[in-house]
């Protein structure tokens, strides 16, 4: 409400002919005067320089309740409520005959006669004699108690509503139509680290990560859609003050004017959902270690099956090989060809072996092994075995704590995982890198690798291998446990999968990153020996 406006109104309106009320005028008599003053709908009250009232028109009277006449000879005053506005309307006389300014309005409360109070404004005006002195005051009263508490419930809700806003667990701001911030709550600091006049102005989309920058530019200009006041719900992360992103979930409401329909703010309220984005990463990961778990116990029961029947099927093959070579001479050509069976035989023993040792029911003669001088035997025969274009460097660390496992299979895993590496770098002369180390692995570090989670924090053996490859896309990083899955052609035995097997039982993990055009690493970690 603006009040100001109503009195300039109302002063415009009175103050020519109030001016001179009271001057020498020949051809306007009293009567005429009182019979204008009775008629305006505003109350006017004529009052001595003491502030003594000697004149109440008939709407004043009707204002307060009173019969007409009723409060002729009464001061102003005692129709105030109470001592305080009484002395402040005295000082006023006395402040205006002193310095005598313009006409001043005047706010104040008047009882009525049956004791309600009222807001009242009143123009108070000069009266002069026909010398031009001051010999009283005229006063335009209107009353403005409706107003008043207007003004009041409207002030009361906007501190409701700001006191809400300042307190709410979520940001609560208000943004130009372009995204610009124009309010944001305090709220922000909390979530967001920022003081909320150091986002004032700033456009919202300057503070959003990554491809997330479009929803909200979508979102701003949904206008143009078929529902543009439709509130809109969207995630994203959020720069914090410190360079950190949270995430925010975002209500966006579009507020548009009553009258042109155009769009004049927007209404954000915004919540950190952060917890919620890491739970659900979690969930996501713990189905995936469930999915992967169930598809390896599937594998795992399958291989093993299949190992123990085909192993039953490889004795009587053996034994009865072994039979007929000793009844066979040397020199009979069936000799020759019965050799070539148990051979045949004796190689699908070890696939036999490598079956069972992913299903992860191999037999393991348990010993301490020397990591270091396992690789360095290793390494030393592949170099000279595998292609010339693959150079092999060993940077391994000395007196490493042993490892507990057995020595065949833990040979099998470094020979499988140096032999991909050289052969995955053989054809652009690449180079494979060997490290070792003893590691002080936490649940953090221990987190990035395969089936992590059922690895307990401690002392562990780590064995990298680093190749300059052309890396792996990550649909084939997804395969390549799979037994059987081989980038190459034809793949050879289960690989990688016989690998997993026994890394798993050994107690250990094992990780692969890996990007095409980078390179690949692959890091096992086996538990130090006690």
Same mark, same amino acid.
């Given at each position: 409400m603006d009040i100001g406006k109503e009195q300039q109104g109302a002063q415009s309106i009175y103050s020519d002919d109030l001016r001179s009320f009271g001057a020498a005028d020949v051809t306007r008599d009293e009567g005429y005067y009182t019979s204008l003053f009775s008629d305006l709908p505003h109350g006017i009250v004529e009052t001595d320089l003491s502030g003594n009232i000697v004149f109440s028109n008939p709407a004043h009277h009707k204002m307060l309740g009173f019969r007409d006449g009723a409060i002729i000879g009464r001061h102003v005053c005692e129709l105030m409520p109470d001592e305080s506005q009484q002395l402040r309307f005295r000082a006023f006389l006395q402040d205006i005959l002193a310095n005598q300014p313009a006409p001043t309005p005047y706010r104040s409360q008047n009882v009525k006669g049956n004791g309600q109070i009222i807001d009242t404004l009143a123009d108070w005006i000069y009266k002069r004699n026909d010398n031009g002195e001051v010999v009283g005051f005229v006063a335009i009263i209107t009353d403005i108690t409706a107003r008043v508490r207007a003004e009041n419930s409207l002030r009361e809700s906007e501190e409701r509503y700001r006191l809400l806003a300042e307190n709410a667990n979520d940001i609560i701001s208000r943004c130009s139509p372009e995204g610009c911030y124009t309010y944001v709550?305090?709220?922000?600091?909390?979530? #967001?680290?920022?003081?909320?006049?150091? #986002?004032?102005?700033?456009?919202?989309?300057d503070f959003c990560g990554g491809d997330h920058v479009e929803k909200i530019r979508q979102v701003i200009e949904s206008k143009n859609t078929s529902h543009p006041d439709r509130a809109n719900v969207i995630e994203y992360p959020f720069r914090k003050h410190d360079g950190a992103y949270v995430w925010l979930e975002s209500t966006f409401r579009i507020i548009r004017g009553l009258k042109t329909g155009h769009i004049i703010e927007l209404i954000v309220i915004s919540r950190?959902?952060?917890?919620?984005?890491? @739970?659900?990463?979690?969930?996501?990961?713990?189905?995936?270690r469930i999915q992967q778990l169930q598809k390896l116990e599937s594998l795992g029961v399958l291989a093993g099956g299949i190992a123990h029947d085909f192993n039953n099927l490889l004795v009587g093959i053996l034994g009865n090989a072994d039979l007929a070579l000793m009844d066979i001479k040397p020199s009979d050509p069936a000799h020759e060809l019965m050799q070539n069976v148990k051979e045949s035989a004796l190689r699908a023993s070890d696939l036999t072996n490598q079956m069972l040792a992913y299903s992860g029911k191999g037999k393991f003669v348990i010993s301490?092994?020397?990591?270091?001088?396992?690789? =360095?035997?290793?390494? =030393? #025969?592949?170099?000279?075995?595998?292609?010339? @274009?693959?150079?092999?460097?060993?940077?391994?660390?000395?007196?490493l704590p042993p490892i507990e496992g057995d020595v065949s299979q833990i040979q099998q895993v470094v020979t499988n995982i140096l032999t991909n590496a050289i052969e995955a770098v053989a054809e652009n002369s690449g180079t494979v890198t060997v490290f070792t180390q003893q590691v002080e692995a936490d649940d953090d570090y221990i987190s990035h690798f395969y089936l992590g989670e059922d690895l307990k924090a401690g002392p562990y053996v780590s064995l990298k291998v680093v190749d300059s490859g052309e890396g792996m896309d990550a649909e084939t990083r997804k395969r390549i446990f799979e037994p059987f899955f081989s980038t190459k052609f034809p793949g050879r035995g289960l690989g990688l999968a016989a690998v997993l097997g026994i890394v798993r039982g050994h107690h250990g993990g094992i990780s692969v990153t890996s990007k095409p055009g980078v390179g690949t690493t692959v890091e096992v970690l086996l538990p130090a020996a006690e």
């Open positions: 709550s305090r709220a922000c600091n909390t979530i #967001l680290g920022y003081r909320p006049e150091e #986002l004032l102005g700033r456009n919202m989309q950190d959902i952060s917890h919620r984005k890491e @739970d659900e990463a979690k969930r996501h990961k713990l189905q995936s301490k092994i020397d990591l270091g001088e396992l690789i =360095g035997e290793t390494a =030393g #025969l592949l170099a000279e075995s595998e292609n010339d @274009d693959a150079t092999l460097h060993c940077q391994l660390t000395e007196k």
